[in-house]
């Protein structure tokens, strides 16, 4: 089975193009991924079946030889320090909605910082 790597791949239209290692150029579509795989990063090396498409050659039957590292994954916070700042975002989260029972919204200054802490760590756990 030819072997390549992906050049890029479309997540919301559901195909991309991967660079096979005798050079050629061959259309991957999302029904090819292996069962649960929704998405490959660039880079990412795969073992493919070749199909004769309309447009070309069509990789088939994908396998995922190994996986492009995530840059995010790599940096992200150790789970110790993750729990503490999860902590204290609890502790804000708490004087916020302390706040909105009495109807009153958080001042500005206080809003800001919640929706900052909570952007860092949904980026964090999502990484």
Known sequence: MPVGKVKWFDTEKGFGFLAADDGQEV???ASALPEGVKEVKPGTRLEFG????RRGLQALSVRILESQPSVAKASRKNAD???IIV???IK???SASNGLRK???PEREHARKVASVLRHVADELDA
Do not use: K
Not at 50 to 53: F, R
């Open 92 to 94: 804000l989260l708490d």
């Open 81 to 83: 320090d993750m729990a």
């Open 87 to 89: 902590e204290d975002l």
């Open 103 to 105: 109807g009153r919204y």
């Open 27 to 29: 259309f991957l579509h």
């Open 50 to 53: 070749v199909a004769d498409g």
